[in-house]
């Protein structure tokens, strides 16, 4: 099969699109290829919009946008297409993972709730192709959290049969799985650790007004000076003492945070902006190292591979490493692939997993009630499609 993987992650800034050819009716025996991958990024108008609807989103405007993101992705979709010199007749199903918009994890007397916008019958409707998407309801509705769903496909395409790796996604929102080693009995681990790249972006883009996107190169983060007491006060978050299974989102790690920190700090020169992205780089980079020690390290892996954005972050990094001498630190091109590409390629996974009626989610990293098929399929063959 050819399938196309579309993801809009937490960090808004585009639609990532993987083409990817899968042979094999297992996941044992899965064997997987990435034929193209790019990003189609969202211009500043669109951000805004996206942004808006989590910040403030009316029925109306979530309908449109829900919509317009369909055009978007669908346009993503045929992009990669085009770059790869073939056409939407050649790629057999698309896995739309749709953007995130509010993700409410369950509580003890409540399940959680998720909404990820990304209008599928127009993404059908414009290739020809057809779409699975809506991949976390169905783990919800099990009684868990949604997330992370990426684990499954981290076990079925990068276990080794030598040892336990540790894949670390660095997105808006920061993820990891702990993989055991091929055919071990051992379970897997796998869990939000916490805030990502989102409250990184979030300060750059305010101390810019909205010139810069992210924090290029880690820059400001170098030439700043951490807030030791702020960072404290950060690592006091009591989601950071959870145990797995847990997930979060911009609703607690994003835009809105940052705002309310710039309310109280007042920054009033570069020197105080440069600070805060500093403290912010290394409350990410503490976070995900207190995770590392406290969860993994114990089960005995000694490697850890970054994939998402902020595998391209030297101040992260460099902070990641000088936290964890105990384990060695890739990059993504440790499992073959472009950093970028991992999240996108999941979800063509998932979405092949769905067209198989294999169980894709991990009960021990999700909290659901047992293995469930995840996404729901909508047709897309067209009488004349393009």
Known sequence: MRVIGLMSGTSLDGIDAALVRLEGDSSDTLAWSIEGFLTRPYAADERARIHDCILRGDAASLCRLHTDLGEWLAEAALRVCQAAGITA???????????TVWHEPPTASRRGATLQLGCPATIAERTGIRVVSDFRARDMAAGGEGAPLVPWVDRALFAEPDRARVLLNIGGIANLTHVPPRGSPDPLLAFDTGPGNALMDAVVELASGGAERYDRDGVRAARGAIDGVLLERLLADD??????????????????AVER?????QPADERAWDALAATLTAFTAESIARAVRTWVLPRGARE?????????NPSLMRMLRERLTEIEIADGAALGLDP????????????????????????????????????SLTPGELLNPE
């Open 340 to 375: 970028d590409a991992k999240e996108a390629l999941a979800f063509a996974v998932l979405a092949w997993a769905h067209t198989h009626r294999i169980s894709a989610n991990e009960p021990a990293a999700t909290g659901a009630a047992g293995p469930r098929v995840l996404g």
């Open 89 to 99: 007749r050649d790629v057999d199903l698309i896995g739309s993972h749709g953007q």
């Open 304 to 312: 850890l591979i970054v994939t998402g954005g902020g595998a391209r």
């Open 239 to 256: 989601f950071l003492r959870r145990e797995p299974p847990r997930s979060t989102g911009r609703e607690r790690y994003g835009r809105p």
């Open 261 to 265: 920190l710039v309310t109280e700090l």
